[in-house]
């Protein structure tokens, strides 16, 4: 029989938690239930530990963090985790695990569908589809919803994912893994309801939203450095010939080059342009056997 734990990050959730263990231990009853205390300020891990939940604190800040941490410390065959603020349907869960096995995927993805108008905030609505657009032409993504916090995981997948964020962004990360390395996973619709009344979100739009931006710029310089790369040189170099357009007119009709500075200017960015490109094709190469280690890690694992 395989072993089932459930993963519950939490930070602040005290008003919550109880319900969302309670909700997973009728849904699962076999289920081991983890909380992992982010340092919260109210009493959340006492809480849980009355619930039945196995407590762990994790000390270091940010949801990443605690993800790795989860990783790293619980063994099961099969994982689910969820966030702890009573917005996922645990109902859910035995359908995810059911697709788990029947798909033989590594990654379950619970895609949000609003029980209410008031679920989603409209900032966090146009974020999430703003970026599943990013990836899908960034990683040729095929996610409807890349930042869902309620998944489904194999071992194989958890011990060999190496989490890299330390933020709200171990989602995007959670993808882009996938989509990286072709692992196969699976989408399934789940209703996602509105925050307790004494239950308050801790992603902030514009700041979470720019720093979530950031590390998928970085983790595509990672996974595709030629295309990173390749996009700098195309605009350095149609700058160049921009800048440079002209001066050679004027050069092809005088046999002068009137603005010295201008001439030098546009020979240095189109320096810089191969510069870039010689960087891509060299990093391109360190990226496919770092991706070559990392797939015969995943496709080695029992």
């Given at each position: ?40 300020e ?16 994790a000390r ?49 993805v ?27 032409i ?8 890349i ?18 964020t ?26 996602y ?11 902030n ?6 720093k ?17 790369f ?13 800048i ?49 280690v ?9």
């Amino acid at each position: 029989m395989k072993t089932l734990a459930v993963l519950i990050p939490c930070y602040n959730e005290a008003g919550t938690v109880v319900n969302v263990i309670k909700s997973f231990k009728k849904c699962l009853p076999t289920a081991t239930i983890y909380v992992y205390d982010n340092c919260s300020e109210d009493n959340t891990a006492e809480l849980a530990r009355k619930a039945g939940a196995i407590v762990v604190t994790a000390r270091i800040r940010g949801k990443g963090n605690v993800v790795r941490k989860m990783f790293s410390d619980v063994d099961a065959d099969i994982y689910i985790m969820v966030d702890g603020d009573l917005t996922y349907a645990a109902e859910d869960a035995p359908t995810m695990i059911d697709a788990l096995i029947t798909e033989k995927a590594d990654m379950v993805v619970a895609v949000r569908k609003e029980k209410s108008k008031d679920a989603y905030r409209a900032g966090h609505k146009f974020g999430n589809l703003a970026f599943n657009f990013i990836l899908k032409i960034l990683f040729k993504s095929t996610f409807r919803d890349i930042f869902s916090g309620y998944r489904a995981f194999s071992k194989r997948f958890v011990k060999t994912f190496p989490v890299m964020t330390d933020g709200f962004d171990i989602e995007a990360e959670l993808s882009i893994h996938a989509l990286t390395l072709a692992i196969p996973c699976v989408e399934i619709d789940s209703v996602y309801s509105e925050r307790p009344a004494n239950s308050h979100s801790k992603l902030n739009t514009l700041k979470d939203g720019s720093k979530i931006f950031i590390s998928i710029i970085k983790l595509l310089k990672e996974t595709r450095p030629l295309f990173f790369f390749g996009i700098i040189f195309l605009v350095l170099f149609f700058l160049s010939i921009e800048i440079s357009y002209p001066l050679i007119l004027t050069f092809m009709e005088t046999g002068l080059v009137p603005r010295l500075p201008t001439a030098v200017l546009s020979t240095g960015i189109m320096m810089l342009s191969f510069i870039s490109l010689i960087c891509g094709i060299i990093m391109d190469s360190i990226s496919q056997a770092r991706m070559e280690v990392k797939k015969l890690h995943y496709l080695l694992f029992n």
